[in-house]
């Protein structure tokens, strides 16, 4: 017994074949174009806990010297206050920061001075207080959710000394 191809089902079969190679063809551009450019903006630097990764973009390069004339730069990195603790937080906020970073400075939309975001600020607070609770306790809320100040808010130049 042999099966017939009838006309109706020849096109739609033509149909989804060149579809698929379309789409294998868009992630192959896709994914090449996502490897080069990860690998052209020194990428996997950014994986590391090296703190001169983050001035691979120029605008960056006032904060690595800040930081390095800074009281903490003998005992903290970018990552010690500018990710979260936990891994899963480090990896989520590495991949968002990442991200937008890579994305702001190609197409040159971003404040100059850059500014840090309000969820990346509440990361910093949360360094802080990973660090110094013991010192600070006395300062938290005394609910859960209360406000608080923010340690940089007195604090500034901490991490990153005016020059």
């Not at 009838?6 to 096109?11: D, F, G, I, S, V």
């Not at 698929?20 to 990428?43: D, E, R």
């Not at 968002?96 to 971003?110: A, C, K, P």
């Not at 207080?129 to 209360?146: A, I, K, R, S």
Request: with cysteine; proline share 4%; net charge positive.
């Amino acid at each position: 017994m042999t099966t017939e191809i009838t006309p109706t089902t020849k096109p739609k079969s033509r149909f989804w074949r060149r579809l698929s190679t379309w789409t294998v063809v868009a992630l192959g551009c896709f994914s090449g174009l996502g490897v080069f450019t990860f690998n052209y903006g020194g990428g996997a630097s950014y994986l590391s806990d090296n703190p001169a990764s983050c001035a691979n973009c120029h605008v960056m390069q006032g904060h690595l010297d800040s930081w390095s004339h800074s009281s903490h730069h003998r005992v903290a990195t970018c990552n010690d206050c500018h990710v979260p603790h936990d891994f899963l937080g480090k990896w989520f906020t590495k991949a968002d920061n990442g991200f937008l970073h890579s994305l702001v400075f190609t197409t040159g939309q971003f404040h100059e001075p850059i500014q840090i975001k309000p969820r990346n600020r509440l990361v910093t607070q949360n360094a802080c207080l990973y660090c110094h609770g013991d010192f600070v306790h006395n300062m938290l809320p005394h609910e859960n959710g209360g406000e608080m100040l923010s340690c940089v808010r007195c604090h500034d130049s901490v991490g990153h000394a005016h020059k």
